[in-house]
């Protein structure tokens, strides 16, 4: 089992996160013989369809290109031009077979799916120039590797070649009696049949290769436990910094929610454990909305700020309750408790009529009828 610098054993699958920076550094699984196969093959078989009209092109250019042009004799600053129209017309001849040869060149990315041009790949990597590790890639493991793939090459190669060169043994034997035209045909053919041959040796050689290579990618990629674990940190944040910022947030929440306090209409409480703060404009609102809400220390700090601000408090025990279990902080109060709310107000609205001096007498609240648990009488219902 491989090892990191730190003796831990590799046993862990690559992350994503592992795979596609590997990708973008250019370190992605590659197989020679693979792109050697898909190129080799290719030619082969774009040369036997291509044959016909590739021998009567370059025909024609060897005609052309042999037959003496007189007029180079009186103008020889005229060679230079015509060697150079000589190239371009066998380029041209050979183009398709050239283009057909350099699209299969992508095949071998494609299957290995690491079609991907990083420009890190470029960069020098300084530490090839070390000499432990110029000899531990030339007698480790990989080494053995790419010399049995040498010797499965020759093996494979030579098998191919022989079996073909055994069956075409009295075809070979045939052509000097044959005429030149049907000789040239003949060794041909037989030329096909044994590049066809070496393009499917190569080709078998590829499919043990290719999925090797892939194989050798993903474990020399493999992680230890504790890199997943530093990885995991790194992408989800560490768990004591996380903490931190949501204690930071919780803190700013509440210190917003007690500066909407002192604009509160009402403070309906418990008395002790619960307190929601509610703000109602009539212009601008639909239903009373909650500023503020809070248990135990944060209920105490709510009537804290009111009773600084001389925000109305009103002791509403099963009011206090609903509302904070069914409202959302900065939403509407629930439908069902408008009414109750409403009484609330309307006695917080007489209050301060009073109090100012433009109502006869000081109002009273009344038992605010509110239905607590209305799911089958049990706490914990649906909050709203």
């Known amino acids: 089992m491989s090892e990191n610098e730190d003796g831990q054993e590799r ?9 596609r920076e590997a990708r973008e550094k250019g370190n992605l699984p590659r197989s020679r013989e693979l792109a050697t196969a898909a190129v080799f093959g290719a030619g082969v078989i774009a040369l036997l369809s291509y044959g016909p009209a590739l021998a009567h092109g370059t025909q024609g250019w060897l005609r052309g290109a042999l037959t003496p042009d007189r007029a180079l004799l009186h103008a020889p600053e005229r060679l230079f031009g015509h060697m150079g129209l000589l190239v371009l017309q066998l380029v041209w001849v050979m183009l398709p077979l050239a283009v057909v040869s350099l699209l299969a060149a992508f095949v071998a990315p494609l299957v290995m799916g690491a079609l991907q041009f990083s420009g890190k790949s470029l960069v020098p990597d300084l530490s090839r120039l070390n000499p432990m590790s110029g000899l531990k890639r030339t007698y480790g493991p990989e080494s053995l590797a790419e010399l049995a793939k040498s010797l ?15 069956h075409g043994m009295d075809v070979l034997r ?3 009696n044959q005429s030149l035209e049907e000789a040239a045909r003949t060794g041909l053919h037989f ?15 590829a499919a043990i290769d290719a999925p090797y290579q892939r194989w050798n990618w993903l474990r020399k990629l493999k992680m230890t436990r504790q890199e997943l674990r530093d990885e995991a940190k790194q992408s989800e944040g560490n768990p004591q910094v996380k903490g931190k910022i949501r204690q930071m947030q919780f803190q700013l929440s509440q210190r917003r929610m007690m500066e909407a306090v002192p604009a509160a209409d009402v403070i309906v409480v418990n008395p002790t454990h ?14 009373p909305t909650v500023v503020a809400r809070g248990v135990d220390e944060v209920a105490h700090r709510i ?3 009111a009773d600084r601000h001389r925000v109305t408090i009103v002791s509403a025990p099963p009011l206090a309750r609903a509302l904070y279990r069914e409202s959302q902080l900065g939403k509407e109060i629930p439908v069902r408790l408008y009414a109750a709310v409403a009484q609330v107000l309307s006695y917080v609205y007489q209050l301060r009529a009073w109090r100012a001096g433009t109502a006869p007498a000081s109002p009273q609240l009344g038992a605010v009828a509110v239905d607590e648990f209305p799911d089958n009488g049990k706490p914990g219902g649906n909050r709203r």
């Open 11 to 19: 046993t862990e699958q690559p992350s994503e996160k592992r795979l």
């Open 303 to 305: 009537r804290e700020v």
């Open 191 to 205: 030329a096909g049949r044994l590049l066809l041959a070496t393009a499917g040796a190569l080709a078998l050689l």
């Open 274 to 287: 619960y307190a929601v703060a509610l703000k109602y404009d009539g212009d601008n609102m639909r239903a």
């Open 152 to 166: 499965m090459r020759v093996a494979f190669v030579g098998t191919a070649a022989g079996l073909t060169l055994a």
């Open 174 to 176: 045939s052509m000097p």
